[in-house]
């Protein structure tokens, strides 16, 4: 039982490149989300996902588009990257919403020259 | 917006004394308050949580109050062994959100034996 499991865990690109993270999940969870975490600020927001084929934006969404075609997996995309963007990326899923314990990767960290 | 503070950002301990890390938080409707570890290299796991109907949670060596009337709530560890020695968030839910969380921005605690 893997988890939740993210790739690349690390990556460097340089300004104005664009990548994709993946993140899959193989408990079945319903709910999945994308976090950024830079030093001093705890974890944030990034966009959710309360099911198959649904998209949501959280609290800092602006340069980051997702995906969840599949319930397995959420893709986290950065279309024109930005040194703003240097950051450790976890992704993370959920059996339901309210009350329900986050189930985190291990994170991916990116770097933007 | 919302906000959840938490302090202190560093605590540094002996082994087998207690450690208390507490938070605050603004939004009134938050109903659902979780805490996660973070180990060096990995993502946060959950240790312990508390909904709002309830005072006080224990498991083991951790503990955890909520206090809803002053808005804040906070983590109890007793007998800290060096493995305790980690990055501690607390998180509040959003009301109104599907369950979404907003967290602190962590507490580094430091064991030493």
């Known amino acids: 039982n893997a988890g939740v499991t993210q790739t690349p865990k690390f990556r460097v690109l340089k300004t104005g490149q664009s990548m994709t993270l993946l993140c899959a999940q193989d408990?079945?969870?319903?709910?999945m989300y994308w976090y950024r975490q830079d030093p001093g600020m705890g974890l944030r927001l990034i966009h959710y996902s309360v099911g198959e084929g649904t998209t949501a934006k959280g609290e800092v969404p602006d340069g980051y588009n997702v995906s969840r075609l599949k319930k397995q997996n959420f893709l986290l995309g950065l279309e024109s990257a930005a040194p703003s963007q240097t950051s450790v990326y976890f992704c993370?899923?959920?059996?339901f919403g309210l009350g329900s314990p986050l189930h985190f990767g291990n994170g991916t960290r990116l770097t933007v020259t | 917006g919302e906000n959840v503070e938490q302090h202190p950002s560093t605590l540094s301990v002996q082994e087998g004394d207690s450690a208390v890390i507490k938070c605050t938080y603004s939004?009134?409707?938050?109903?659902?308050f979780p805490w996660y570890k973070q180990e060096l290299g990995k993502g946060p796991q959950l240790i312990i949580d508390i909904r709002s109907n309830v005072g006080e949670k224990k498991d083991q060596r951790i503990a955890v109050t909520l206090n809803k009337t002053a808005k804040h709530f906070s983590l109890h560890i007793t007998e800290t062994q060096p493995e305790d020695s980690a990055v501690y968030f607390c998180a509040a839910s959003i009301g109104g959100s599907q369950g979404n969380l907003i967290f602190g921005k962590g507490t580094k605690l430091s064991v030493k034996p």
């Open positions: 993370a899923s959920s059996y």
């Open positions: 939004d009134s409707a938050s109903n659902y």
């Open positions: 408990m079945n969870h319903e709910y």
